[in-house]
């Protein structure tokens, strides 16, 4: 399975923007990129997925490397609701047709400073 | 529309008792998958479900064992509980639509094996 590397953790304060980078060095050439995050006592939830280009949604930004190597998720304006685990994840292929798995690191865990 | 559903919240069971954890997916996806998630960590895979079919498993034992109903719900059966068995365990549902594609995590069920 292709691996991502993250921050354990990272402060941002209150309605400024975060940057929360991951490198993904082994992805290949059809790796989708995916963030989901996990807010205290509930289930991960969608954030946004790319595969080459930068994708913006109403939560977020992602900008990718030219080279795939790494990416970004930015929240362009914090809010203490944000405070989760954020997880960066490629998208590995569970059988050779239809549906794909989502493979969990440890994320890193967004604190935002009131 | 309906998000996934999962019962019950909380469990406590002993070692060595079997347990059936449920799982109600979000209207018109056709593919379920479990994952574990102990303390402190992400996610682990454990199987998924694609039009009532297992379609992938994660490095989990048999004991660990599912179905898939007609109307897409879920059920996750662990038979022989250990210790090391007590996690939040999430399902997820989706449309299987391949590696752009999203999953959707209920609540999860906490199982505390005592």
């Known amino acids: 399975d292709a691996k991502t590397t993250q921050p354990n953790s990272m402060e941002s304060n209150e309605e400024e923007p975060v940057h929360l980078p991951c490198n993904h060095s082994t992805i290949s050439g059809t790796d989708y990129i995916h963030w989901y995050r996990q807010l205290p006592s509930q289930g991960p939830e969608y954030v946004i997925h790319?595969?080459?280009s930068n994708v913006n949604n109403r939560m977020a930004s992602l900008a990718i490397a030219e080279d795939r190597k790494s990416s970004t998720l930015i929240l362009h304006r914090a809010t203490l609701r944000d405070a989760a685990v954020y997880y960066c994840?490629?998208?590995?292929?569970?059988?050779?047709?239809?549906?794909?798995?989502?493979?969990f690191g440890t994320g890193t865990r967004l604190t935002i400073i009131p | 529309e309906t998000g996934v559903t999962q019962s019950p919240t909380h469990l406590i069971k002993t070692r060595g008792q079997q347990v059936t954890l449920r799982c109600s997916s979000q209207s018109g996806h056709n593919t379920v998958s479990w994952y574990q998630q102990a303390l402190g960590q992400g996610p682990q895979f454990i199987f998924q479900y694609y039009r009532e079919e297992e379609n992938g498993r994660g490095n989990f034992p048999p004991r660990f064992s599912g179905l898939q109903f007609p109307n897409y719900s879920s059920e996750l059966n662990v038979n022989a509980l250990e210790l090391d068995d007590s996690a939040l365990y999430l399902c997820?549902?989706?449309?299987?639509w391949g590696s752009g594609d999203t999953q959707y995590f209920g609540p999860g069920t906490r199982l505390t094996v005592l």
């Open positions: 997820a549902s989706s449309l299987g």
């Open positions: 994840i490629l998208r590995d292929r569970v059988s050779n047709f239809g549906n794909e798995k989502l493979t």
């Open positions: 790319g595969l080459t």
